[in-house]
C-alpha cells in the first residue's frame, strides 16, 4: 500500500506553445449543417476530461512527424465524428442542449517541454503539471487561428514532445461527446488512420443518440434516490459539475499483495467472490466517508454517506438494445448507502457486499425509468461521492503506429467528487481529489486501516 504525492518539483513543465490551429473534416459530412440530438444523460456533463497518454522516443516517429500525422488522421476521422468538430447550442423552444454540426473545427495543439520524460519521473505521480498537456481553450495561445472566436472547440488535442524525443499525446474532451467507452472507440479509429496509407476504419461506431431518448410519455417505474432536482430555472439543463477550489491531490497504488489483503478481510465470513474494484472502491468509500466527520459528533454518526458507482448500459438494455459500438454516454450511476456509524465500526465486508450488488439493480427497466424521471425533472446525481473506473476500457492498449502509450491517465482537475480508478503496471491506481483539511483526514483513515 503506498500513497503517492504530487512531484512538487514538477508541476511547471517549461511548456512553450508552438502551434494552435482548428482542424476541420476533410470533406463535407452526413450531418453538415445539422444539429444532433443529445440524451438526458448527455445533458447535464457538460464539463471536460482531460486525459494524457506518454510514448517513449522512437526515432522512425519523431514528435513533429506524430503530430502532422495525428492532424491529418483527424481530418479524416472528424468526416464520421462530425459532432466533434461542431458546436454546443441551446434549443429555445426545448430548453435542451444540442450539437450543432457546423465544421467549426476541432482543436490542436503543438508544444514542446525543456524536461525529459525521465526528469519529469513517475508518471504515476499526480502531477499537476500534466494539466499543460491537455489545455482546455486555445485562446490566449500563440498563433491560434481561434483567437478570433468567442466559441471554443468541444475537444483540444495536443502533441507535446520532450527534449528525449518522447512526447505526449493530451485530450481535453467535453464529456458531452463521450463516455470512456466511446473516448476508446474514437481513440482506436483515430490510431488506425495515423498511418500514411489510407485505411479503413476496424469497426462502424453507432452515433444514433436517440436510443437512449426518453419514452412517450415518460414513465417512471422506481425510485431514483441516486437523483435530485435541483433548483434552477427551466430555461436550460442543470450541469453535473462542482465549483473551483484548492485541493490536494494523491494517487493510491494499490499493489496485488494490497488487493489479496483487502479481499481476505471482506471475506473473513464467507466464500462469495468478490472482484479487485469493489475492494477497492468499498476502501475509498469508507475513507472518504470519514474524513468528512468530526470526533464525538452524534448528527455526523447519523449521516448517511452515498457513493455512486458509474455503470455501463451497453450490455444491459434492450427493447431497444444498445449497440456496444455506441458513441455517446452511455452510462448511469448505481448507488450504496450507510450511515457513517456503520462505516466506521461496521465489517469491511458489508460495504464490499453493497459496493458488489448496487450495479445489479441497474437493469433495463430501471434505466428507462432513470432517463424517462430526467426528462420529467431535470435531475442531477446525488451522493457524496463518485467512483469512475478506467480498468477495463483499455486506453493503454490503443496501438498507434508508434506503438502504444507507455502510461495512460486522468489529468487531475477540479473534481473532488469523484475518483478516478485505473490501472498501473503493478497493480491499481485510485486518483483522490479533496480540500486540504479533508485529505489529511483521508489519509490517516486509509493508512490506519492497514495497520
Not at 193 to 205: G, H, S
Not at 214 to 221: C, D, H, M, W, Y
Not at 336 to 349: L, M, N, R, T, V
Not at 384 to 413: H, I, N, R, T
Request: aromatic residues 10%.
Amino acid at each position: 500500500m503506498a500513497i503517492i504525492l504530487p512531484n512538487s518539483a514538477m508541476q511547471d513543465l517549461k511548456v512553450t506553445f508552438q502551434e494552435s490551429t482548428l482542424v476541420f473534416p476533410a470533406q463535407e459530412s452526413a450531418h453538415e449543417k445539422k444539429s444532433i440530438f443529445l440524451s438526458n444523460i448527455d445533458q447535464i456533463l457538460n464539463y471536460r476530461i482531460p486525459t494524457a497518454n506518454f510514448f517513449s522516443t522512437d526515432p522512425k516517429f519523431p514528435p513533429e512527424s506524430v503530430a502532422k500525422r495525428l492532424k491529418t488522421a483527424l481530418e479524416k476521422v472528424l468526416v464520421f465524428f462530425d459532432f466533434m468538430a461542431g458546436r454546443l447550442k441551446l434549443n429555445q423552444e426545448s430548453g435542451r442542449l444540442e450539437i450543432e454540426c457546423n465544421s467549426a473545427g476541432a482543436g490542436f495543439v503543438v508544444a514542446s517541454s525543456e524536461y525529459s520524460l525521465e526528469e519529469i519521473g513517475e508518471l504515476g505521480c499526480p502531477n499537476l503539471g500534466f494539466q499543460q498537456l491537455a489545455v482546455h481553450s486555445l485562446k490566449n495561445l500563440v498563433l491560434s487561428s481561434a483567437d478570433d472566436h468567442d466559441d471554443q472547440p468541444l475537444c483540444i488535442f495536443q502533441v507535446t514532445s520532450f527534449k528525449c524525443g518522447g512526447f505526449a499525446f493530451g485530450m481535453s474532451v467535453n464529456h458531452i461527446l463521450h463516455d470512456g467507452i466511446s473516448a476508446k472507440t474514437f481513440s482506436d479509429i483515430l490510431a488506425s488512420q495515423a498511418l500514411d496509407e489510407d485505411k479503413p476504419f476496424p469497426f462502424t461506431p453507432c452515433l444514433d443518440r436517440r436510443l437512449l431518448a426518453a419514452r412517450s410519455p415518460p414513465t417512471v417505474e422506481y425510485p431514483h434516490p441516486e437523483f435530485f432536482k435541483p433548483q434552477l430555472p427551466n430555461s436550460s439543463p442543470p450541469v453535473f459539475d462542482c465549483k473551483q477550489e484548492t485541493l490536494d491531490y494523491i494517487i493510491l497504488k494499490f499493489t496485488p499483495n494490497d488487493i489479496t489483503y483487502l479481499k481476505q478481510k471482506a471475506t473473513k465470513d464467507t466464500k462469495k467472490k468478490i472482484s479487485s474494484f469493489d475492494v477497492v472502491v468499498a476502501l475509498v468509500w469508507r475513507c472518504k466517508a470519514l474524513s468528512y466527520m468530526q470526533e464525538h459528533n452524534k448528527e455526523e454518526s447519523d449521516r448517511v454517506s452515498t457513493l455512486l458507482n458509474v455503470v455501463d448500459l451497453r450490455s444491459r438494455l434492450n427493447n431497444p438494445p444498445l449497440p456496444l459500438p455506441y458513441c455517446g454516454n452511455a452510462v448511469l450511476l448505481a448507488y450504496s448507502s450507510a450511515k457513517c456509524s456503520d462505516i466506521e465500526h461496521g465489517p469491511f465486508s458489508n460495504l464490499v457486499e453493497m459496493v458488489s450488488a448496487a450495479p445489479a439493480r441497474v437493469t433495463s427497466e430501471y434505466a428507462r425509468s432513470v432517463i424517462d424521471s430526467m426528462e420529467i425533472h431535470k435531475l442531477l446525481p446525488c451522493g457524496e461521492y463518485m467512483v469512475s473506473s478506467w480498468l477495463k476500457l483499455g486506453f493503454d492498449q490503443v496501438e498507434y503506429p508508434w506503438g502504444k502509450p507507455l502510461y495512460s491517465c486522468p489529468v487531475a482537475s477540479h473534481r473532488k467528487d469523484i475518483c478516478w480508478i485505473f490501472p498501473d503496471s503493478h497493480g491499481i491506481n485510485a486518483l483522490v481529489s479533496l480540500p486540504p483539511p479533508d485529505m489529511d483526514k483521508f489519509k490517516s483513515h486509509f493508512q490506519n486501516f492497514f495497520i
